[in-house]
C-alpha cells in the first residue's frame, strides 16, 4: 500500500462509531415522519361509504 491509502483508511473503531451516528440520525427522521399524532391529525375523516366518484 502506498501512504496515501494508508492515510484515507479508518478504525473499525472509527467506523462503528460513525455508523452509529448515521443511525440514530436515521431513527430520528423516520420517528419524525411516521409519528403517529401528526399522521391521525393530518387524514382525513372516514369514508362513510356510497359513490366513491361523488
Known amino acids: ?3 496515501n ?7 473499525r ?3 462503528i462509531k460513525r455508523m452509529g ?3 440514530a440520525l436515521t431513527a430520528v427522521g423516520t420517528f419524525l415522519i411516521l409519528n403517529p399524532q401528526q399522521s391521525q391529525a393530518q387524514s382525513g ?5 356510497g359513490d366513491p366518484f361523488n
Open 45 to 49: 375523516p372516514p369514508d362513510p361509504g
Open 21 to 23: 451516528k448515521y443511525a
Open 13 to 15: 473503531k472509527e467506523a
Open 1 to 3: 500500500m502506498n501512504k
Open 5 to 11: 491509502s494508508q492515510r484515507n483508511q479508518i478504525t
